[in-house]
């Protein structure tokens, strides 16, 4: 029997009900589906910060590399501990040092969840890029504290960087319907941006049979609000891409179904999977966090670990769930009765 040893992060808030749910579904349905998953609970967090003074140990990534995948919850307690020494910490290195250069981030109505708007038909994959760009981390501050202060912090595009994530974005364009949005800010930022249109224009002539269209990013903010049908792959920088995505979110119903996947697509190191929510500090305790955008980041794990047919297995049982109305309305059900829906229906 297969079996994919999984790395399991909870981390800090709802980020640790979303892990046990999402947890409980995929050994279900790995044990439906003839293969097993090994999972290891690493406490890393800001709990385990104030304690140790460290998000993870000093060979965390090393120890990390040894697994297939890494099942992530989320991260941050910001009135424990700083956001910029958490993220920083534990999230953010895993993605570089993995160089999980893709962040995939479907956006679609599930059945019987209603967005906010009103509109229906939309199915928008977002890819942001993961590693670089603006969240690279190159800056400093000086003269800290006085009067003559100055932070600078700057983003880092380069080719290598760029002409990966578009080639990505073209791959998945390719795969669907066929068509790419390629969003910038090519106006106002004059260097980068620009850079990352031609390479863009560039890589357009490679794929004939993909349309591909340039949008700012604020023009781009209004389309998936008045016109999301209109989009399939959207790629973006890592600011843009982030942004973006809490977009998605919303429109799709709420940060509770947004899923997300951390790939390497070279597959040199384990990829990620993890909501794009965070810890929702507001929430936490209440046992009313929506488990559902854990459980699709699941069933992205297993498609990416080649359980394609487990993985279709699990996003219907979500589907059958909020397609019988439970967990179809935000703030409704509590995380225990989603979850056992969705066993359930398993
Ligand atoms: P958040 O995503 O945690 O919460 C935003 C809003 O969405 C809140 O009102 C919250 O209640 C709601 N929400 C989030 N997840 C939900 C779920 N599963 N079900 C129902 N409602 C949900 O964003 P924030 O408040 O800006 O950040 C809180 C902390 O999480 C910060 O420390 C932040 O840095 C961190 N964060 C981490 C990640 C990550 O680990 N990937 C992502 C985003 C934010
Ligand atoms: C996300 C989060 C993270 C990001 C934060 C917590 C650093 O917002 O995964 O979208 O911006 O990448
Ligand atoms: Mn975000």
């Known amino acids: 029997m297969t079996t994919h ?43 385990a910060y104030k304690e140790t003074g460290a998000m993870m140990p000093a060979d965390g990534i090393e120890t990390l590399r040894r697994y297939d995948a890494i099942l992530l919850g989320a991260v941050g307690w910001p009135a424990a501990v700083p956001d910029a020494v958490s993220l920083h910490g534990l999230l953010l290195p895993i993605r570089k040092a993995f160089v999980q250069y893709a962040n995939v981030r479907p956006h679609r109505l599930l059945p ?15 890819i942001r890029e993961n590693t670089e760009g603006e ?27 760029v002409e990966r994530i578009l080639r990505y974005g073209f791959e998945q364009a390719r795969k669907r319907r066929g068509k790419l949005a390629s969003v910038t800010k090519s106006n106002a930022q004059k260097y980068s941006m620009v850079f990352w249109d031609d390479i863009t224009q560039r890589l357009a002539a490679e794929y004939p049979d993909v349309e591909v269209t340039s949008y700012h990013i604020d023009a781009m903010a209004a389309r998936m609000v008045m016109a999301p049908e209109t989009l399939d792959v959207v790629v973006a920088s890592n600011l843009f891409g982030d942004i973006l995505t809490d977009l998605g979110a919303a429109i799709q119903g709420g940060l509770g179904y947004a899923a997300s996947a951390n790939i390497n697509p070279d597959r040199t190191a384990p990829s990620m999977f993890e909501p794009v ?41 979500i589907e059958r769930t909020t397609a019988s109305g439970i967990g179809a309305v935000p703030g409704k059900d509590r995380t225990e009765a989603i979850t056992a829906a969705v066993l359930a229906a398993l």
């Open 135 to 161: 969240y690279s981390g190159a800056g400093g501050r000086v003269h800290q504290g006085g009067d003559d202060e100055v932070a600078v912090e700057t983003s880092v595009f380069t080719r290598k960087g």
């Open 277 to 317: 929510h965070g810890s929702a500090p507001d929430i936490a305790h209440l046992g009313v966090a929506n488990p559902i955008a854990a459980m699709w980041s699941g069933a992205m794990m297993l498609e990416h670990l080649g359980e394609a047919e487990a993985a279709r297995a699990l996003l219907a049982a």
């Open 112 to 126: 019987g969840v209603q967005g906010p708007l009103r509109r229906e038909g939309f199915d928008i994959l977002c």
């Open 5 to 47: 040893s999984i790395a399991l992060i909870p981390g800090d808030g709802v980020g640790r009900d979303v892990t046990k749910a999402a947890w409980q579904a995929l050994q279900a349905v790995a044990k439906a589906h003839g293969f097993a998953l090994r999972g290891d609970w690493f406490p890393w967090s800001c709990a």
